[in-house]
């Protein structure tokens, strides 16, 4: 049931028409064009702005945008791709890629704008999106969808109440998005100072002088030796190292034996180095598997503590000079023979085990604080569409107790 004073209607019934503009019929005129990657999902607010010749104009920019009108990106819609146009946008031109949301005089812009934050806004649009690969919805799934709003001063009063919530949430986001950083940066600043700082009985070593350096090896076609029967064996692949910290522990997919018999095995103890896109990750094998050609295998000798291995070559000392050594334009890649040169600086075994100790100690105090500034973040998400939807059921009040810390 409508609180009283709302109504429910439909966005067609609500909105102006939208005009088209052909560019290409004012060959020599500049055009300010918004292309759908010019709005942040971050800041939801347009900060990449083409300037275009009208002769150079691609099909799609055909849409006339006004000051004040809403962007919608009905490709990827749930992607929540939606901004204000501002001033100096006016008279533009955007892609067809957008829904042009103009607000008649019985709607407030930016009551819209808040609208299509909304979870039961965005679950709609996943509900209709057609296209496995290239989801979108079109212009008249948008249109059909029903807004409930109130008297247009009640708008104006709920969105200045969103307003002033929103950017304390904002403010909030920026502060524990910062901390969680520094939490990491105070991490790697020990590592870097153990690491520089060095003393008594350390020692520089080429990594192939402390442990075995292979490269993984990669069946062809590796499609058809890739299997989900139970008698596959671990096949490693960059996507396993997703969330994962130290170890790896298990895979998503399988190789056949008739496969692992042309790749690597690793074992448990074994470190995987990236070769390639993240180079230089370490990660500790805890299960038996096959590495592809992306990887490279570690073998320790007994002299090397292999916690301490781990925090040595995630350390800012190593990461750097994998980073001197990688080669290529657009893809970095980390030779054998290359990354065999790098240098380690290494104490004797008994310093190495307390090293990799007091490193475990303060990694265990830096993810306990990285979880409480993730669980704010995820919190102060939720805040925003708790606000939202209080705010279009009519039970949004005064701001003064919208200031997240």
């Avoid at 692949?237 to 130290?246: A, E, L, N």
Wanted: hydrophobic share 40%; with cysteine; proline share 4%.
């Amino acid at each position: 049931m409508l609180k009283a004073g709302w109504k429910r209607d439909k966005f067609a019934n609500l909105l102006q028409k939208v005009g088209t503009i052909d560019p290409a019929k004012q060959p020599k005129m500049i055009f300010k064009y918004v292309d759908v990657s010019s709005v942040s999902r971050e800041t939801l607010e347009i900060d990449n702005v083409q300037e275009i010749l009208g002769k150079d104009a691609p099909s799609r920019a055909r849409r006339y945008i006004k000051k004040g009108d809403i962007l919608f990106a009905t490709i990827r819609p749930t992607l929540k791709r939606i901004a204000i146009v501002p001033d100096y946008l006016d008279g533009q031109v955007c892609s067809t890629g957008y829904f042009v949301f103009r607000a008649t005089s019985e709607i407030y812009n930016g009551y819209i704008f808040y609208y299509l934050l909304s979870k039961s806004f965005s679950d709609a649009m996943e509900s209709l999106q057609k296209g496995a690969s290239y989801p979108a919805v079109n212009d008249n799934d948008v249109k059909d969808q029903f807004v409930i709003y109130p008297s247009l001063p009640e708008q104006k009063r709920i969105v200045a109440i969103l307003d002033e919530a929103f950017a304390n949430i904002s403010q909030a986001v920026a502060n524990a998005e910062k901390n969680l950083v520094n939490a990491r940066e105070l991490f790697d600043s020990y590592l870097n100072e153990v690491f520089t700082r060095k003393g008594d009985g350390w020692e520089d070593f080429a990594l192939n002088s402390v442990c075995v350096v292979e490269r993984g090896s990669s069946p062809r076609p590796i499609d058809a030796y890739t299997t989900t029967e139970i008698d596959g064996v671990n096949w490693i692949k960059i996507g396993d190292t997703k969330g994962v910290g130290k170890y790896i522990e298990r895979t998503k997919e399988k190789i056949t034996p008739a496969g692992a018999l042309k790749s690597r095995r690793v074992d448990p103890g074994d470190f995987i180095l990236t070769n390639s896109m993240s180079y230089g990750k370490p990660y500790i094998m805890a299960t038996t598997g096959y590495i592809h050609d992306g990887w490279f295998a570690l073998r320790l000798n007994d002299g090397v503590d292999t916690e301490f291995f781990y925090y040595l070559l995630s350390s800012q000392v190593v990461q750097n000079q994998f980073s001197q050594l990688a080669a290529g334009a657009i893809v970095k890649n980390i030779s054998g023979d290359l990354v065999k040169k790098t240098i380690l600086p290494i104490p004797p075994k008994q310093k190495q085990i307390e090293i990799a100790q007091c490193a475990d100690s303060l990694l265990e105090k830096v993810q306990e604080l990285e979880g409480v500034y993730r669980r704010k973040l995820a919190a102060l998400a939720e805040l925003k569409q708790t606000l939202l939807q209080k705010a279009f059921t009519g039970e949004l009040t005064a701001a003064n107790h919208l200031h997240p810390q």
